[in-house]
T-cell receptor, first 111, second 111 residues
Framework: DAGITQSPRHKVTETGTPVTLRCHQT?????MYWYRQDPGHGLRLIHY???????DKGEVSDGYSVSRSKTEDFLLTLESATSSQTSVYFC??????????FGPGTRLTVT | LAKTTQPISMDSYEGQEVNITCSHN???????ITWYQQFPSQGPRFIIQ???TKVTNEVASLFIPADRKSSTLSLPRVSLSDTAVYYC????????????FGSGTRLQVQP
Protein backbone atom coordinates (compact mmCIF):
# COMPACT_ATOMS: atom_id res chain seq x y z
CA ASP A 1 0.00 0.00 0.00
CA ALA A 2 1.09 3.54 -0.71
CA GLY A 3 0.56 4.83 2.83
CA ILE A 4 -2.62 6.77 2.24
CA THR A 5 -5.49 6.85 4.67
CA GLN A 6 -8.83 8.60 4.45
CA SER A 7 -11.17 9.53 7.24
CA PRO A 8 -13.94 9.01 7.85
CA ARG A 9 -14.52 5.93 5.68
CA HIS A 10 -18.28 6.35 5.84
CA LYS A 11 -20.40 9.36 6.68
CA VAL A 12 -24.07 10.22 6.58
CA THR A 13 -24.94 13.88 6.90
CA GLU A 14 -27.87 16.18 6.33
CA THR A 15 -28.32 18.70 3.56
CA GLY A 16 -26.86 22.07 4.44
CA THR A 17 -24.29 20.87 6.94
CA PRO A 18 -20.56 21.36 6.44
CA VAL A 19 -18.45 18.25 5.98
CA THR A 20 -14.68 17.81 5.98
CA LEU A 21 -12.92 14.76 4.63
CA ARG A 22 -9.30 14.10 5.47
CA CYS A 23 -6.57 12.49 3.43
CA HIS A 24 -3.31 11.61 5.15
CA GLN A 25 -0.16 10.30 3.52
CA THR A 26 3.09 8.99 4.96
CA UNK A 27 5.03 9.09 1.68
CA UNK A 28 6.01 12.79 1.66
CA UNK A 29 4.76 13.30 -1.90
CA UNK A 30 4.11 16.81 -3.14
CA UNK A 31 1.14 16.03 -5.34
CA MET A 32 -2.24 15.15 -3.88
CA TYR A 33 -5.67 14.86 -5.48
CA TRP A 34 -9.34 14.58 -4.56
CA TYR A 35 -11.72 12.71 -6.88
CA ARG A 36 -15.35 11.72 -6.69
CA GLN A 37 -16.83 8.64 -8.27
CA ASP A 38 -20.52 8.11 -8.92
CA PRO A 39 -22.17 4.80 -9.88
CA GLY A 40 -21.27 3.69 -13.37
CA HIS A 41 -18.84 6.53 -13.90
CA GLY A 42 -15.14 7.05 -13.87
CA LEU A 43 -13.39 9.34 -11.44
CA ARG A 44 -13.80 13.09 -11.72
CA LEU A 45 -11.19 15.43 -10.35
CA ILE A 46 -12.38 17.91 -7.72
CA HIS A 47 -9.22 19.69 -6.56
CA TYR A 48 -5.53 19.00 -6.51
CA UNK A 49 -2.44 20.26 -4.77
CA UNK A 50 1.15 20.74 -5.86
CA UNK A 51 2.41 21.30 -2.35
CA UNK A 52 1.70 23.10 0.91
CA UNK A 53 -0.73 25.98 0.34
CA UNK A 54 -0.61 25.38 -3.43
CA UNK A 55 -3.92 24.09 -4.76
CA ASP A 56 -5.94 24.26 -7.95
CA LYS A 57 -9.43 23.41 -9.17
CA GLY A 58 -10.37 20.33 -11.09
CA GLU A 59 -13.30 19.73 -13.39
CA VAL A 60 -16.01 19.51 -10.67
CA SER A 61 -14.84 21.96 -7.99
CA ASP A 62 -18.11 23.88 -7.41
CA GLY A 63 -19.31 23.44 -3.83
CA TYR A 64 -15.94 22.14 -2.63
CA SER A 65 -12.89 23.74 -1.07
CA VAL A 66 -9.55 22.29 -0.04
CA SER A 67 -6.67 23.10 2.25
CA ARG A 68 -3.11 21.83 2.48
CA SER A 69 -1.30 23.25 5.50
CA LYS A 70 1.05 20.26 5.85
CA THR A 71 2.58 17.99 3.25
CA GLU A 72 0.92 14.94 4.72
CA ASP A 73 -2.65 16.22 4.96
CA PHE A 74 -5.09 17.31 2.25
CA LEU A 75 -8.55 18.31 3.45
CA LEU A 76 -11.68 18.45 1.34
CA THR A 77 -14.58 20.54 2.65
CA LEU A 78 -18.15 20.61 1.49
CA GLU A 79 -19.25 24.01 2.76
CA SER A 80 -22.97 23.16 2.66
CA ALA A 81 -23.60 19.59 1.62
CA THR A 82 -26.22 18.84 -1.02
CA SER A 83 -27.74 15.56 -2.13
CA SER A 84 -25.85 15.81 -5.42
CA GLN A 85 -22.62 15.46 -3.44
CA THR A 86 -23.54 11.97 -2.34
CA SER A 87 -20.67 9.99 -3.77
CA VAL A 88 -17.53 8.02 -3.06
CA TYR A 89 -14.54 10.28 -2.59
CA PHE A 90 -11.02 9.13 -3.34
CA CYS A 91 -7.80 10.81 -2.42
CA UNK A 92 -4.62 10.12 -4.35
CA UNK A 93 -0.96 11.01 -4.18
CA UNK A 94 1.16 11.51 -7.27
CA UNK A 95 4.79 10.65 -7.83
CA UNK A 96 7.17 12.64 -10.01
CA UNK A 97 6.90 9.83 -12.53
CA UNK A 98 3.20 10.55 -12.94
CA UNK A 99 1.85 7.49 -11.15
CA UNK A 100 -1.02 8.07 -8.77
CA UNK A 101 -1.76 5.95 -5.73
CA PHE A 102 -5.24 6.01 -4.30
CA GLY A 103 -6.65 5.80 -0.81
CA PRO A 104 -9.45 3.43 0.23
CA GLY A 105 -12.20 5.99 -0.35
CA THR A 106 -14.88 7.71 1.74
CA ARG A 107 -18.51 6.91 1.12
CA LEU A 108 -20.55 10.05 1.78
CA THR A 109 -24.33 10.12 1.88
CA VAL A 110 -26.17 13.42 2.08
CA THR A 111 -29.81 13.05 3.11
CA LEU B 1 -6.23 17.23 -21.89
CA ALA B 2 -6.16 14.46 -24.42
CA LYS B 3 -9.45 12.60 -24.70
CA THR B 4 -9.37 8.83 -24.65
CA THR B 5 -11.75 6.29 -26.14
CA GLN B 6 -11.85 2.66 -25.05
CA PRO B 7 -14.41 -0.14 -25.30
CA ILE B 8 -17.10 -0.11 -22.65
CA SER B 9 -16.79 -3.81 -21.89
CA MET B 10 -14.94 -6.98 -22.82
CA ASP B 11 -15.38 -10.65 -21.97
CA SER B 12 -12.70 -13.30 -21.74
CA TYR B 13 -11.97 -16.70 -20.25
CA GLU B 14 -9.39 -17.75 -17.75
CA GLY B 15 -5.99 -18.41 -19.26
CA GLN B 16 -6.52 -16.24 -22.31
CA GLU B 17 -4.57 -13.13 -23.25
CA VAL B 18 -6.63 -9.96 -23.18
CA ASN B 19 -5.83 -6.87 -25.20
CA ILE B 20 -7.60 -3.60 -24.45
CA THR B 21 -7.05 -0.81 -26.94
CA CYS B 22 -7.35 2.89 -26.16
CA SER B 23 -7.52 5.68 -28.75
CA HIS B 24 -6.01 9.07 -27.99
CA ASN B 25 -5.82 10.92 -31.28
CA UNK B 26 -4.83 14.30 -29.85
CA UNK B 27 -2.08 13.12 -27.56
CA UNK B 28 0.53 15.82 -26.94
CA UNK B 29 4.28 15.48 -27.25
CA UNK B 30 4.81 15.55 -23.48
CA UNK B 31 1.98 13.15 -22.66
CA UNK B 32 2.47 9.71 -21.17
CA ILE B 33 -0.05 6.88 -21.33
CA THR B 34 -1.05 5.29 -18.05
CA TRP B 35 -3.37 2.41 -17.25
CA TYR B 36 -5.19 1.80 -13.98
CA GLN B 37 -7.24 -1.11 -12.67
CA GLN B 38 -10.19 -0.71 -10.32
CA PHE B 39 -12.06 -3.34 -8.34
CA PRO B 40 -15.49 -2.61 -6.84
CA SER B 41 -15.37 -0.50 -3.69
CA GLN B 42 -11.65 0.20 -4.08
CA GLY B 43 -9.58 3.02 -5.46
CA PRO B 44 -7.86 2.60 -8.83
CA ARG B 45 -4.51 0.83 -8.84
CA PHE B 46 -1.64 1.83 -11.12
CA ILE B 47 -0.79 -0.91 -13.62
CA ILE B 48 1.65 0.45 -16.18
CA GLN B 49 2.85 3.61 -17.84
CA UNK B 50 4.65 4.25 -21.12
CA UNK B 51 5.66 6.88 -23.66
CA UNK B 52 6.45 4.92 -26.80
CA THR B 53 7.11 1.41 -28.16
CA LYS B 54 6.69 -1.30 -25.54
CA VAL B 55 6.77 -1.41 -21.79
CA THR B 56 6.48 -4.60 -19.77
CA ASN B 57 6.23 -5.24 -16.06
CA GLU B 58 5.28 -8.19 -13.92
CA VAL B 59 1.55 -7.83 -14.56
CA ALA B 60 1.07 -6.37 -18.05
CA SER B 61 2.56 -5.06 -21.26
CA LEU B 62 1.80 -1.79 -22.94
CA PHE B 63 2.19 -1.42 -26.70
CA ILE B 64 2.37 2.04 -28.23
CA PRO B 65 2.71 2.51 -32.02
CA ALA B 66 5.00 5.10 -33.51
CA ASP B 67 2.25 7.69 -34.01
CA ARG B 68 1.16 7.27 -30.35
CA LYS B 69 -2.48 7.82 -31.27
CA SER B 70 -3.49 4.59 -29.61
CA SER B 71 -2.16 2.12 -27.08
CA THR B 72 -2.91 -1.46 -26.13
CA LEU B 73 -2.83 -2.93 -22.67
CA SER B 74 -2.06 -6.63 -22.79
CA LEU B 75 -2.88 -8.90 -19.86
CA PRO B 76 -1.33 -12.36 -20.27
CA ARG B 77 -3.26 -15.41 -19.12
CA VAL B 78 -6.02 -13.65 -17.22
CA SER B 79 -7.65 -15.15 -14.16
CA LEU B 80 -10.97 -14.51 -12.46
CA SER B 81 -9.25 -11.97 -10.22
CA ASP B 82 -8.52 -9.79 -13.24
CA THR B 83 -12.23 -8.97 -13.51
CA ALA B 84 -12.21 -5.22 -13.02
CA VAL B 85 -12.56 -1.87 -14.76
CA TYR B 86 -9.49 -0.71 -16.67
CA TYR B 87 -8.85 2.96 -17.32
CA CYS B 88 -6.58 4.48 -19.94
CA UNK B 89 -5.30 7.97 -19.15
CA UNK B 90 -3.17 10.38 -21.09
CA UNK B 91 -1.31 13.29 -19.55
CA UNK B 92 2.04 14.71 -18.66
CA UNK B 93 4.27 12.29 -16.83
CA UNK B 94 4.90 14.58 -13.89
CA UNK B 95 2.46 14.42 -11.01
CA UNK B 96 1.67 18.11 -11.32
CA UNK B 97 -0.59 17.57 -14.28
CA UNK B 98 -4.08 16.40 -13.34
CA UNK B 99 -5.40 13.40 -15.23
CA UNK B 100 -8.86 12.78 -16.60
CA PHE B 101 -10.44 9.40 -16.09
CA GLY B 102 -12.88 8.22 -18.74
CA SER B 103 -15.54 5.58 -18.19
CA GLY B 104 -13.06 2.73 -18.53
CA THR B 105 -13.39 -0.80 -19.90
CA ARG B 106 -15.19 -3.36 -17.78
CA LEU B 107 -13.41 -6.69 -18.21
CA GLN B 108 -15.32 -9.80 -17.20
CA VAL B 109 -13.29 -13.01 -16.96
CA GLN B 110 -15.28 -16.24 -17.05
CA PRO B 111 -14.14 -19.64 -15.76
Amino acid sequence: DAGITQSPRHKVTETGTPVTLRCHQTENHRYMYWYRQDPGHGLRLIHYSYGVKDTDKGEVSDGYSVSRSKTEDFLLTLESATSSQTSVYFCAIGTRGGEQYFGPGTRLTVT
Amino acid sequence: LAKTTQPISMDSYEGQEVNITCSHNNIATNDYITWYQQFPSQGPRFIIQGYKTKVTNEVASLFIPADRKSSTLSLPRVSLSDTAVYYCLVGEGLGRRALTFGSGTRLQVQP
